[in-house]
């Protein structure tokens, strides 16, 4: 018999663990996604590039290199913010037996933000390049 005491084994009957996990995957994944943009930011800062074509170019670099990384480090950090009052929440909610799993608020809000500022700087380095 694995168990000892039969006792000690709790049936669960609602989703509130499960979902607390799911909170818990999707902070990280916000949180990887900050990393991800305040390591894009120091790239961008150093000025780090793959030479692919062959020929060797000398002195690129944008006029709004600093003001690019700059960018990408706010929303890196807006990351880390929106992931932890999200996360929050959560385990506010969780602890008085009331998950809220997705707060449309924060978390929409925020991704249309990054998407749109995303890809203004995909097109700043576009026109540049």
């Keep these: 018999m694995l168990v000892a005491n039969k006792n000690e084994i709790m049936q669960n009957r609602t989703s509130e663990p499960r979902d607390l996990l799911m909170s818990e995957r999707t902070f990280l994944s916000w949180v990887k996604c900050g990393s991800m943009m305040c390591l894009m ?7 780090f590039r793959f030479e692919t074509s062959g020929n060797e170019v000398s002195g ?3 006029k709004y290199n600093l003001l690019i ?8 950090l807006g990351c880390f913010i929106v ?5 929050l929440q959560s ?3 969780y602890k008085h037996q009331r998950v809220t799993t997705y ?5 929409t809000g925020y991704l249309i933000v990054l998407c749109i500022a995303l890809l203004g700087i995909n ?7």
């Design 83 to 87: 992931s932890g009052i999200s996360y």
């Design 60 to 62: 690129w670099s944008p």
């Design 123 to 129: 097109l700043a380095f576009m026109i540049e390049g």
């Design 69 to 76: 990384a700059i960018l990408l480090c706010v929303l890196g």
């Design 91 to 93: 385990l506010h909610g």
């Design 103 to 107: 707060d449309p608020r924060y978390t």
């Design 41 to 47: 930011a120091c790239l961008v800062v150093v000025n």
